[in-house]
């Protein structure tokens, strides 16, 4: 296997349900992964959040580095 990352996953809101209602995982990625390839690994709709890396927004393109902190806060919707 290649190199890995470990980066801090914090999900907020509705959104804990993808991980069985527990807000926050340290995960192994491989190297070069970007936040697209998370938002697969945990299953999450790819449209029903806004990320957050370091506290800086940040599109699904962003690759992540080691020791990385990556929130996702779902969208809110009004009627």
Request: hydrophobic share 40%; aromatic share 10%; charged share 25%.
């Amino acid at each position: 296997m290649g190199k890995t990352i470990s980066v801090k996953v914090t999900l907020h809101g509705w959104l804990i349900k993808y991980f069985s209602y527990d807000y926050s995982r340290i995960m192994q990625l491989p190297q070069s992964s970007r936040v697209s390839d998370l938002v697969e690994l945990i299953s999450m709709p790819s449209e029903a959040y806004i990320v957050k890396v370091n506290g800086k927004k940040v599109s699904k393109e962003k690759e992540l580095s080691e020791a990385d902190e990556v929130h996702f806060y779902p969208l809110v919707v009004g009627g």
